[in-house]
C-alpha cells in the first residue's frame, strides 16, 4: 500500500472492541524502524539536534488512519 504519510509503524492487531459507533483497535509494534522528522532548520538549531543525540519522536495527529 501506498501512501504519503510518514508517520507508519507496522504491527499487529492484539484485540478489537466495538462499540455503536466507534471501535478500539490494538495494534502491537513489531518493528519500529526509523521514524522520519520534517521540521524546521531553526527548531533543530534551538534544540542542538546532532547526529548521536537521544531524543524522543512524538507523533501528533489528531487521527491514526489504519491500513492493511
Known amino acids: 500500500m501506498d501512501i504519503s504519510a510518514r508517520n507508519q509503524l507496522n504491527g499487529k492487531i492484539t484485540n478489537v472492541e466495538l462499540g455503536a459507533v466507534m471501535a478500539n483497535v490494538k495494534i502491537e ?9 520534517v521540521i524546521t532548520k531553526e527548531s533543530v538549531e534551538n534544540l542542538g539536534l546532532a547526529e ?15 491500513g492493511k
Open 52 to 66: 548521536g543525540d537521544d531524543v524522543a519522536a512524538i507523533i501528533k495527529s489528531t487521527e491514526v488512519i489504519v
Open 29 to 37: 509494534i513489531s518493528e519500529p524502524g526509523v521514524i522520519t522528522a
